[in-house]
Every structure is written in structure tokens, then in C-alpha cells.
């Protein structure tokens, strides 16, 4: 069974630092391009940042947390990450990873998402 586990998330104070993991297992995720997408309450979800797969070497961040998250991937541990950095209020939301190959099957795969909560 192919799938991704979200890991790292939690409770952290305002300008707080946290790690999210995006672990996968049963594919290859160096063959994937990797999104972070969040949801917060009462709110749409929406894209945060992404990283190219093998065939590319390109990072992507939504406007809002440009400066202050990094994604990045290992692919010998089969891995992805989120550093979010001088976290607020406004990052509270579900983070989620999703795996993304057109040419490859299964085309996408979604975790089940960790809770990120900022407050003081």
C-alpha cells in the first residue's frame, strides 16, 4: 500500500519554530514532486510550498510564507520536509503533503495531515 505520514506537528508560541516530516512508503517519493498544503478552520485549503522531483531541482512558496519556510527532501530516507520558521497565529491549520507524478502510478498521493497550532 502506497501512502504518506505527516509528522512534527503541534502546539508552538508565536514566532516559534516547527519541523513537519512527510514520510513515504510502498513508491518511490524521489519520482514525485512533493506538495505542503494546509487547511485552517473555516478556511479553503491551499497550497504552501512544493519541490520538483527528480527530473527537476525547483522550489515553489505562496507569497505569505516566502522568507520563513523551507521545504526540502531526502530522498535516500525517502523523505520530505517543512521547516517553518517565525510561525503566527495566521500558520494555524492542518498541514498536509501530497506526492504528485503524472507519469507514474498512482498519479497522487495525500497524507493524513498534522496538526500545526500557533498560540501563545
Known amino acids: 500500500q502506497v501512502q504518506l505520514v505527516e509528522s512534527g506537528g503541534g502546539l508552538v508560541q508565536p514566532g516559534g519554530s516547527l519541523r513537519l516530516s512527510c514520510a513515504a512508503s510502498?513508491?518511490?517519493?524521489?519520482?514525485?514532486?512533493v506538495g505542503w498544503f494546509r487547511q485552517a478552520p473555516g478556511k479553503e485549503r491551499e497550497g504552501v510550498s512544493c519541490i520538483s522531483s527528480n527530473w527537476g531541482d525547483s522550489t515553489y512558496y505562496r507569497d505569505s510564507v516566502k522568507g520563513r519556510f523551507t521545504i526540502s527532501r531526502d530522498n535516500a530516507k525517502n523523505t520530505a520536509a517543512l521547516r517553518m520558521n517565525s510561525l503566527g497565529p495566521e500558520d494555524t491549520a492542518v498541514y498536509y503533503c501530497k506526492a504528485d507524478c503524472y507519469v507514474c502510478y498512482p498519479t497522487a498521493i495525500w497524507g493524513q495531515g498534522t496538526q500545526v497550532t500557533v498560540s501563545s
Open positions: 510502498g513508491f518511490t517519493l524521489d519520482d514525485y514532486y
